[in-house]
């Protein structure tokens, strides 16, 4: 997994280095309600859906840490939701298997990784910044 020299062209317009960003993380929702707070405000937030007794899930838990700091700005969220705890989160956002990874931006669906495909993920947060 190479760091990219390009730079990202933010919605805003701007030019961002991705490597100068940092990323404010909600380190766990622990409730639909909650949850659907995160999704809805206007800028991107990351849904990370995964389970303690999963070993894809912690493979990439190293990696979208790395991803995450390296693209994201100021205003993106990380949100880390445990299916086990957060009763029928999985049914509600079509969470089929874990580790599954869900960008939202105004309430809308932008982007979406199924399983631990850590190049896709990059792929697709570089693709909504």
């Known amino acids: 997994m190479g760091i990219p020299d390009a730079n990202v062209e ?3 317009g701007q030019m961002q280095n991705p490597l100068s960003c940092s990323l404010t993380t909600v ?3 622990t409730n639909l309600e909650e949850l659907r707070s995160y999704i809805n405000r206007p800028n991107l937030v990351i849904l ?3 389970a303690q007794w999963c070993n894809p899930c912690k493979f990439m838990t190293q990696k979208y ?3 995450a700091n390296q693209y994201a700005d100021h205003s993106v969220f ?3 939701i445990d299916i086990d705890k957060v009763t029928g989160c999985d049914r509600v956002y079509g969470v089929r298997s874990v580790p599954t990874f ?3 931006r105004g309430g809308v669906r932008v982007g979406e990784v199924f399983g631990s495909n850590d190049g896709l993920l990059r792929d697709v947060i570089v693709r909504n910044l």
């Open 78 to 80: 990380s949100v880390h």
């Open 48 to 50: 990370n859906f995964s």
């Open 102 to 104: 869900l960008l939202y």
């Open 65 to 67: 840490a790395s991803i």
């Open 10 to 12: 933010h919605p805003q």
């Open 27 to 29: 380190s766990e929702a």
